[in-house]
């Protein structure tokens, strides 16, 4: 069945940074988009960043342009994100994503990982 596992999650002071991984299984990873998303607590889950299959295209939110990169290695069945100079509001559970359309919405993403916890102090 289908699997994605995140990891890399923790606890950063601010200005510090993450890098979070998302390892997939049980489907053909290099036919889809891969996304990540956050959910803070009592807001709504935010699109964060996407990358097409062959991962020559990139979308970053504003909050986090310049800031966080994505980035796969298909060989590896793995999506990155690389973040850095983190802040206090950045503070959330990350997800990771696979859809078969190029997207910044949720609903068009079809498999979820189970998310991991990132946490920047001020």
């Known amino acids: 069945q289908v699997q994605l596992v995140e990891s890399g999650g923790g606890s950063v002071q601010a200005g510090g940074s993450l890098r979070l991984s998302c390892a997939a299984s049980?489907?053909?990873?290099?036919?889809?988009?891969m996304g990540w998303f956050r959910q803070a607590p009592g807001k709504e889950r935010e699109f964060v960043a996407s990358i097409n299959p062959s991962g020559a295209r990139t979308v970053t939110t504003d909050s986090v342009k310049g800031r966080f990169t994505i980035s796969r290695t298909n060989a590896k069945n793995t999506v990155y994100l690389q973040m850095n100079s983190l802040k206090p509001e950045d503070t959330a559970v990350y997800y990771c994503a696979a859809g078969k359309t190029w997207s910044t919405g949720s609903y068009q993403y079809s498999y979820w990982g189970q998310g991991t916890q990132v946490t920047v102090s001020s």
């Open positions: 049980g489907y053909t990873f290099n036919t889809y988009v």
